[in-house]
């Protein structure tokens, strides 16, 4: 009889909660989204991003590859090719199937 009781009222807690979730919901996303719209305009953190914004090319130039290496667009040729050579050296080192093997 006492789990009915402990039952019922853990029912009624939840539901309680629930009620007051819902009704808080609508003005905490509002609040969220004036938040959201005064980062992305006055601080930028959330406009400005490293990556590289846009399509590519469909054969890669120059000026994409110093895109996607994050070099400048003056870095002399072997600069980039002593780069690219890190990278895929690293990317088979970390590979995710080299772990299986």
């Avoid at 070099?71 to 890190?86: E, G, H």
């Amino acid at each position: 009889m006492a789990s009915v009781v402990v039952v019922g009222l853990g029912l009624a807690a939840a539901g309680f909660a629930g009620r007051q979730v819902l009704r808080v919901a609508p003005q905490v996303a509002q609040k969220m989204s004036e938040v959201l719209k005064t980062m992305s305009s006055e601080s930028g953190i959330l406009s400005s991003s490293k990556y590289h914004k846009g399509g590519f090319e469909p054969t890669m130039s120059k000026r994409e590859a110093t895109l996607i290496l994050d070099v400048s667009n003056n870095a002399p040729k072997n600069k980039i090719k002593v780069f690219l050579i890190f990278v895929s050296g690293c990317t088979q080192t970390y590979h995710v199937d080299q772990s299986s093997r």
